[in-house]
């Protein structure tokens, strides 16, 4: 038995690198599609970026741009997940899983959100995908978590401006500008 999973994947293996290099078009698009399925997102983001210049304008590049969000976001890629499911919802606007690539995109973002005290980047884009999400699906049944999301968002960022003006606040005794900051942070 362990002899026929190891000759398994070892096939599976050389069936992959084989495709990769030298397949079709259509080859390496079917083959990205089974290792999507396969939880293989590594390898399916590897062949969805061959194949997606010959898809592009093409009927299964919605389902190819999904695939590659979804892959990022399962590879823990957070930015570019989000990148690529924001990507998805404005490319694809009558889609039926536009809903589900808006939620997903503002979740990433929130993901890709680092700690209160370094650059809130991630988590301004997170707000402001969450926001966009709330007003355009109100009748979402995400709405309540992503009503959530956002919550949490605006405490990190509440807090970082907390310890900001509290900074500011406690070296005001050496820098008397610093008291003013304070009060305006």
Known sequence: ACLLVLSLLLFSCGE????????????????????????????????????????????QMERIQFMVA??????????LAGYYFDR??????????????AFLSAYSFKLSSPVYGKDPTDTNKALESFQRFIST?????????ANQHYKDLR???????????????????YDLRNYKAAIQA
Request: glycine content about 4%; overall charge positive.
């Open 70 to 79: 979804q892959s990022n976001f399962n590879e823990k890629n957070y930015s």
């Open 137 to 145: 699906y109100p009748d979402s049944d995400k709405i309540d978590e």
């Open 155 to 173: 405490y990190k960022l509440q807090r970082k401006y907390f310890e900001i003006a509290k900074t500011y606040y406690t070296t005001s005794d």
């Open 16 to 59: 992959y690198q084989k495709i990769l290099n030298k397949g079709s078009v259509e080859e390496q698009y079917k083959m990205a599609v089974k290792m999507y399925e396969t939880k293989n997102y590594g390898k399916a983001l590897r062949l969805f970026e061959k194949v997606t210049p010959a898809y592009r304008g093409k009927p």
């Open 88 to 101: 998805f919802t404005n490319n694809y606007p009558k889609s039926s899983k536009k809903e589900e690539a």
